[in-house]
């Protein structure tokens, strides 16, 4: 990817001729800055699309610079990338946990230093699209209301038509991102494998896969986004199904992560339910996914999955033998993006799915202790065929 505004701040002058000329090669538009004030003034006059910013300036250091950057509503979008020729391991997380999306070790190399500016660019651009859009949506939405209050009647089918096209919106969204996403992953893997071997620096090294990582876990999040938007209503017949087999084929769809974890899996009596086949396997995926990946503690996991009929409802329970989790947090954890642990393979959206599955058929979902300490997710759905 070419063109773009990008802001280089290095007090090295014979480091920011190389980025220049590295950078203004490829079609890019390069500010430079030998210091952090200078910096900061540009930015303040018109902001860059992506800033390289030197960690040791004299004066004002990079991460000074980056939170006053964020400290700012009008710089506090833009990504920035720090350059260092030695970056420690304390230095690395303060400066993600100021706002850094990613680091470059000096000397660059070409390829590694194009591929993450390019890399980063089309992530930031994508976002600002996106809100640009919700921004525009919200608007339209606000006019209406403002015009059409009079029309109450007319304005709630205005607003159900606006909200509706809204979801579509960030569905299809959604949707079409993943694939850039997994561009990323892809093209990060290639060129990991194209420089083994080539290139010592193992810093350089992490950082490519930590792109790598990073943008499979944005798929994974808008595949997990889309779901969620999708839960409210069904993807297909409503039908009776038979939940034991749909319960085996995703177990057989997780194998190889139940055989890593050394689980094993119990089924008891599975009543059919009424629901269409695509939100029953995201909801059952959901719950032995997590199961098996927050249910493991000192001993191998166990899971039982098991339901009973109720009257017109069936109540399903999934139960591990992990370490539980403590009763203040039991519904905190069926909100979207609330996770309890960092890292992981975990969106924070999975629960949340379930739950919307759940209560758009008039059902519950909640967490409860087992006997043994470890956790068992409930919720029940409408009863497939009477016994």
Known sequence: MTGGVIMVVDDNLASLKLLIDLLGAEGYQVRPADSGQLALASVAVKPPE???LDIRMPDMDGFEVLRRLKANAASRSIPVLFLSAAIEGEQRVEGFKLGAVDFISKPFQREELLARVGTHLELFRLRTQLERRAADLQSDNE?????????????????????????RFAEISAHHLQEPAARIARYAERLSTQLAGRVEDAEALFSLNFIGDEARRQKNQLRDIQRYLAAGQPRGEVENIDVRVAVEKILNSLAGRIGEAGAEVALGDLPSARIDAPRLTDLFEVALDNAVLYGRSSRPPRIAVAGERVGERVHYSVSDNGPGIDEIYRNQVFRVFERLTTGGRGTGIGLSILRRVVESTGGHAAIEETPGGGCRLLFDLPAGDSP
């Open 50 to 52: 992506l800033i390289l």
């Open 143 to 167: 006019r209406l209301l403002r015009t059409e209050l009079a029309e109450r009647k007319h304005t709630e089918e205005v607003l159900a038509r606006g909200n509706a096209e809204l979801q």
